[in-house]
T-cell receptor, first 110, second 115 residues
Framework: QKEVEQNSGPLSVPEGAIASLNCTYSDRGSQSFFWYRQYSGKSPELIMS????GDKEDGRFTAQLNKASQYVSLLIRDSQPSDSATYLCAVPQRTDKLIFGTGTRLQVFP | EPEVTQTPSHQVTQMGQEVILRCVPISNHLYFYWYRQILGQKVEFLVS????????KSEIFDDQFSVERPDGSNFTLKIRSTKLEDSAMYFCATQPRDRPNYGYTFGSGTRLTVV
């Protein structure tokens, strides 16, 4: 079984700070990587996808991928209390089912 | 923005009863999935469905589970004889026909409580 690992947190950051969320994966052949945000009691919402090594920016979010280290991260700049949620890293297997990490709970305090 | 619609939002059932969870996929999506999330745990894959048949199923998806697309629009998950450990959030997810992976769109989920 391929694994996706995340620190469960909580990660607490003050409003306006950068939140850094990390994820490692075991399948060296993985080609695409997703970050989902999940508010308590709600469904996962896709916020970022990344396919190539390096950085991908979308608004306040930046995804970073390092395939050699099997590491993908999500940076949230200018963190807001509304960013408080659990962030799920997800990696598709070759059959396209998603393998999720346990998620990192982010708390942004005013 | 197109949505994946799931009904009911919450279902309470007695152990041993059958439940049917329903999903209306986004109209041009052809790949369908069910996932579940037990409270406080990971989101787990159950089954994928394409072209009116199961593409893949997990170890969780045993003989008490079944899926179908009875009328070309709804996509259903049936649990024949519910157990206490089936209590979880069940999410339907879909992908458009032109893969590769864009990432799924998840429905809002059904919270199943087995008592």
């Amino acid at each position: 079984q391929k694994e996706v690992e995340q620190n469960s947190g909580p990660l607490s950051v003050p409003e306006g700070a950068i939140a850094s969320l990390n994820c490692t994966y075991s399948d060296r052949g993985s080609q695409s990587f997703f970050w989902y945000r999940q508010y308590s009691g709600k469904s996962p919402e896709l916020i970022m996808s990344i396919y190539s090594n390096g950085d991908k920016e979308d608004g306040r979010f930046t995804a970073q991928l390092n395939k050699a280290s099997q590491y993908v991260s999500l940076l949230i700049r200018d963190s807001q209390p509304s960013d408080s949620a659990t962030y799920l890293c997800a990696v598709p297997q070759r059959t396209d089912k998603l393998i999720f990490g346990t998620g990192t709970r982010l708390q942004v305090f005013p | 923005e197109p949505e994946v619609t799931q009904t009911p939002s919450h279902q309470v059932t007695q152990m041993g009863q059958e439940v049917i969870l329903r999903c209306v996929p986004i109209s041009n999506h052809l790949y369908f999935y069910w996932y579940r999330q037990i409270l406080g745990q990971k989101v787990e894959f159950l089954v994928s469905f394409y072209n009116n048949e199961i593409s893949e199923k997990s170890e969780i998806f045993d003989d008490q589970f079944s899926v179908e697309r009875p009328d070309g629009s709804n996509f259903t998950l049936k649990i024949r004889s519910t157990k206490l450990e089936d209590s979880a959030m069940y999410f339907c997810a879909t992908q458009p026909r032109d893969r590769p992976n864009y990432g799924y769109t998840f429905g809002s989920g059904t919270r199943l409580t087995v008592v």
